[in-house]
Protein backbone atom coordinates (compact mmCIF):
# COMPACT_ATOMS: atom_id res chain seq x y z
CA UNK A 1 0.00 0.00 0.00
CA UNK A 2 0.96 3.76 -0.76
CA UNK A 3 2.47 4.92 2.58
CA UNK A 4 3.02 8.43 1.24
CA UNK A 5 0.83 9.81 -1.21
CA UNK A 6 2.36 12.93 -3.74
CA UNK A 7 0.60 14.84 -6.03
CA UNK A 8 0.26 16.22 -8.31
CA UNK A 9 1.82 13.72 -10.62
CA UNK A 10 3.16 16.57 -12.99
CA UNK A 11 3.17 20.19 -12.53
CA UNK A 12 3.81 23.01 -15.01
CA UNK A 13 4.79 26.83 -14.00
CA UNK A 14 6.31 29.62 -15.58
CA UNK A 15 9.35 31.57 -14.60
CA UNK A 16 9.45 33.29 -11.61
CA UNK A 17 5.69 31.07 -10.44
CA UNK A 18 5.58 29.32 -6.90
CA UNK A 19 4.90 25.72 -7.60
CA UNK A 20 3.65 23.56 -4.58
CA UNK A 21 3.81 20.00 -4.08
CA UNK A 22 1.67 17.87 -1.41
CA UNK A 23 2.29 14.68 0.12
CA UNK A 24 0.41 13.64 3.16
CA UNK A 25 0.83 9.97 5.06
CA UNK A 26 -0.52 7.96 7.21
CA UNK A 27 1.93 6.29 9.78
CA UNK A 28 2.21 8.15 12.80
CA UNK A 29 5.64 6.77 13.17
CA UNK A 30 7.19 8.60 10.56
CA UNK A 31 9.33 11.67 12.09
CA UNK A 32 12.08 12.41 9.52
CA UNK A 33 10.55 13.81 5.93
CA UNK A 34 13.09 14.75 3.30
CA UNK A 35 12.39 16.29 -0.11
CA UNK A 36 14.49 14.91 -3.49
CA UNK A 37 15.41 15.97 -6.82
CA UNK A 38 15.88 14.28 -9.31
CA UNK A 39 17.46 14.88 -12.95
CA UNK A 40 17.25 12.38 -15.57
CA UNK A 41 19.65 10.09 -15.48
CA UNK A 42 20.86 11.20 -11.87
CA UNK A 43 20.11 9.58 -8.47
CA UNK A 44 17.96 11.40 -6.31
CA UNK A 45 19.72 14.34 -4.48
CA UNK A 46 18.70 15.19 -0.84
CA UNK A 47 17.35 19.29 -1.01
CA UNK A 48 15.73 19.81 2.15
CA UNK A 49 13.96 18.02 5.21
CA UNK A 50 12.34 18.58 8.26
CA UNK A 51 11.34 16.92 11.56
CA UNK A 52 7.45 17.31 13.25
CA UNK A 53 8.33 19.01 15.79
CA UNK A 54 8.36 22.44 13.83
CA UNK A 55 5.74 23.35 11.03
CA UNK A 56 7.84 25.64 8.20
CA UNK A 57 11.74 25.05 7.20
CA UNK A 58 13.03 27.56 4.88
CA UNK A 59 16.48 27.02 2.46
CA UNK A 60 16.70 29.41 0.07
CA UNK A 61 14.06 29.27 -2.69
CA UNK A 62 12.76 25.99 -0.87
CA UNK A 63 10.23 25.85 2.34
CA UNK A 64 8.98 22.88 3.67
CA UNK A 65 5.43 23.23 5.47
CA UNK A 66 4.29 20.90 7.77
CA UNK A 67 1.07 20.03 9.54
CA UNK A 68 1.49 17.41 11.90
CA UNK A 69 -2.22 17.30 12.97
CA UNK A 70 -3.35 16.71 9.50
CA UNK A 71 -0.54 14.65 8.49
CA UNK A 72 0.35 16.85 5.42
CA UNK A 73 3.73 18.18 4.29
CA UNK A 74 4.31 20.36 1.06
CA UNK A 75 7.42 21.74 -0.76
CA UNK A 76 7.21 25.56 -2.09
CA UNK A 77 9.70 26.62 -4.59
CA UNK A 78 9.87 29.99 -4.41
CA UNK A 79 10.88 32.47 -8.09
CA UNK A 80 11.00 29.33 -9.60
CA UNK A 81 13.48 28.40 -12.09
CA UNK A 82 13.95 26.36 -15.56
CA UNK A 83 17.18 24.73 -13.67
CA UNK A 84 14.36 23.41 -11.31
CA UNK A 85 12.52 21.19 -13.87
CA UNK A 86 12.55 17.98 -12.12
CA UNK A 87 11.03 15.19 -10.56
CA UNK A 88 10.85 16.13 -6.80
CA UNK A 89 10.02 13.11 -4.53
CA UNK A 90 9.11 13.46 -0.84
CA UNK A 91 9.78 10.83 1.74
CA UNK A 92 9.49 9.27 5.35
CA UNK A 93 11.59 7.96 7.68
CA UNK A 94 9.93 5.78 10.36
CA UNK A 95 11.66 6.55 13.99
CA UNK A 96 11.61 2.39 14.79
CA UNK A 97 13.72 1.90 11.35
CA UNK A 98 15.51 4.42 10.32
CA UNK A 99 17.34 2.56 6.99
CA UNK A 100 14.44 2.64 5.36
CA UNK A 101 13.30 5.68 3.64
CA UNK A 102 9.54 5.44 2.27
CA UNK A 103 9.19 7.96 -1.26
CA UNK A 104 6.24 9.43 -2.84
CA UNK A 105 5.33 8.61 -6.54
CA UNK A 106 6.95 11.72 -7.66
CA UNK A 107 6.18 14.92 -8.97
CA UNK A 108 7.56 16.03 -12.56
CA UNK A 109 8.16 19.89 -12.59
CA UNK A 110 8.42 21.96 -15.73
CA UNK A 111 9.34 25.59 -15.08
CA UNK A 112 8.86 27.63 -18.52
CA UNK A 113 11.25 30.76 -19.59
CA UNK B 1 36.17 8.77 -4.42
CA UNK B 2 33.59 12.12 -4.66
CA UNK B 3 30.49 10.47 -5.06
CA UNK B 4 29.13 6.87 -5.18
CA UNK B 5 29.66 5.35 -7.94
CA UNK B 6 27.51 2.67 -9.81
CA UNK B 7 28.44 0.61 -12.75
CA UNK B 8 26.88 -0.53 -15.28
CA UNK B 9 25.13 2.47 -15.88
CA UNK B 10 23.08 0.40 -18.37
CA UNK B 11 22.31 -3.50 -18.59
CA UNK B 12 20.46 -5.76 -20.80
CA UNK B 13 19.98 -8.88 -20.29
CA UNK B 14 18.37 -11.20 -21.95
CA UNK B 15 15.09 -13.31 -19.58
CA UNK B 16 16.51 -15.87 -17.58
CA UNK B 17 20.11 -14.85 -17.13
CA UNK B 18 21.98 -13.58 -14.24
CA UNK B 19 23.12 -9.80 -13.57
CA UNK B 20 25.32 -8.08 -10.86
CA UNK B 21 25.45 -4.61 -10.43
CA UNK B 22 28.04 -3.14 -8.40
CA UNK B 23 28.20 -0.38 -6.10
CA UNK B 24 31.26 1.98 -5.06
CA UNK B 25 30.20 3.75 -1.94
CA UNK B 26 31.56 7.01 -0.20
CA UNK B 27 34.84 6.35 1.45
CA UNK B 28 34.39 5.56 5.06
CA UNK B 29 30.56 5.41 4.77
CA UNK B 30 29.71 2.64 6.96
CA UNK B 31 25.84 2.64 6.19
CA UNK B 32 24.92 1.47 1.84
CA UNK B 33 21.13 0.64 0.89
CA UNK B 34 20.01 -0.53 -2.39
CA UNK B 35 16.54 0.86 -4.15
CA UNK B 36 14.59 0.03 -6.92
CA UNK B 37 12.77 2.48 -9.24
CA UNK B 38 10.48 1.55 -11.88
CA UNK B 39 9.32 4.16 -14.88
CA UNK B 40 7.40 6.87 -13.23
CA UNK B 41 7.93 5.78 -9.67
CA UNK B 42 9.63 6.47 -6.84
CA UNK B 43 12.61 4.31 -5.27
CA UNK B 44 11.48 1.22 -2.95
CA UNK B 45 13.89 0.06 -0.59
CA UNK B 46 15.12 -3.27 -0.81
CA UNK B 47 18.02 -3.67 1.24
CA UNK B 48 20.58 -2.34 4.17
CA UNK B 49 23.72 -3.33 5.68
CA UNK B 50 26.27 -1.49 8.11
CA UNK B 51 29.33 -2.11 7.14
CA UNK B 52 29.69 -5.52 5.99
CA UNK B 53 26.13 -6.82 7.82
CA UNK B 54 23.11 -6.91 6.04
CA UNK B 55 20.29 -5.62 8.72
CA UNK B 56 17.54 -5.29 6.63
CA UNK B 57 16.71 -7.54 3.23
CA UNK B 58 12.86 -6.86 3.85
CA UNK B 59 12.52 -5.18 0.23
CA UNK B 60 14.55 -7.75 -1.86
CA UNK B 61 11.28 -9.03 -4.33
CA UNK B 62 11.88 -12.38 -3.97
CA UNK B 63 14.59 -14.99 -3.43
CA UNK B 64 16.18 -14.72 -7.50
CA UNK B 65 17.65 -10.97 -5.12
CA UNK B 66 20.75 -11.63 -3.33
CA UNK B 67 23.23 -8.47 -1.97
CA UNK B 68 26.57 -8.30 -0.36
CA UNK B 69 29.44 -6.33 0.80
CA UNK B 70 31.95 -8.37 2.26
CA UNK B 71 34.47 -6.35 3.10
CA UNK B 72 31.73 -3.40 4.05
CA UNK B 73 32.76 -1.24 1.32
CA UNK B 74 31.83 -2.44 -2.14
CA UNK B 75 28.70 -4.10 -2.36
CA UNK B 76 27.05 -5.68 -6.09
CA UNK B 77 23.39 -6.86 -5.91
CA UNK B 78 23.01 -9.84 -7.78
CA UNK B 79 19.98 -10.76 -9.64
CA UNK B 80 19.43 -14.70 -10.66
CA UNK B 81 17.20 -16.03 -13.56
CA UNK B 82 16.33 -12.49 -14.65
CA UNK B 83 12.50 -11.70 -15.23
CA UNK B 84 10.83 -9.06 -17.14
CA UNK B 85 9.32 -7.10 -14.32
CA UNK B 86 13.08 -6.65 -12.89
CA UNK B 87 13.80 -3.82 -15.42
CA UNK B 88 14.30 -0.92 -13.35
CA UNK B 89 16.48 1.40 -12.47
CA UNK B 90 18.41 0.10 -9.40
CA UNK B 91 20.06 2.89 -7.31
CA UNK B 92 22.58 3.07 -4.62
CA UNK B 93 23.06 5.29 -1.48
CA UNK B 94 25.38 5.61 1.28
CA UNK B 95 25.43 7.56 4.80
CA UNK B 96 28.10 8.07 7.04
CA UNK B 97 25.73 6.87 9.76
CA UNK B 98 22.12 5.44 10.25
CA UNK B 99 20.35 8.37 10.18
CA UNK B 100 22.72 10.98 7.98
CA UNK B 101 21.55 12.29 4.89
CA UNK B 102 22.00 9.31 2.00
CA UNK B 103 24.10 9.77 -1.01
CA UNK B 104 22.41 8.50 -4.43
CA UNK B 105 25.10 6.99 -6.96
CA UNK B 106 23.14 7.62 -10.30
CA UNK B 107 21.97 4.09 -10.87
CA UNK B 108 22.22 1.20 -13.03
CA UNK B 109 19.29 1.31 -15.50
CA UNK B 110 18.73 -2.75 -15.99
CA UNK B 111 16.50 -3.98 -19.26
CA UNK B 112 15.32 -7.31 -19.35
CA UNK B 113 14.40 -9.09 -22.73
Known amino acids: QQQVKQSPQSLIVQKGGIPIINCAYENTAFDYFPWYQQFPGKGPALLIAIRPDVSEKKEGRFTISFNKSAKQFSLHIMDSQPGDSATYFCAALPMYNTDKLIFGTGTRLQVFP | GAGVSQSPRYKVAKRGQDVALRCDPI?????LFWYQQALGQGPEFLTYFQNEAQLDKSGLPSDRFFAERPEGSVSTLKIQRTQQEDSAVYLCASSLATGNEAFFGQGTRLTVV
Open chain 2, 27 to 31: SGHVS
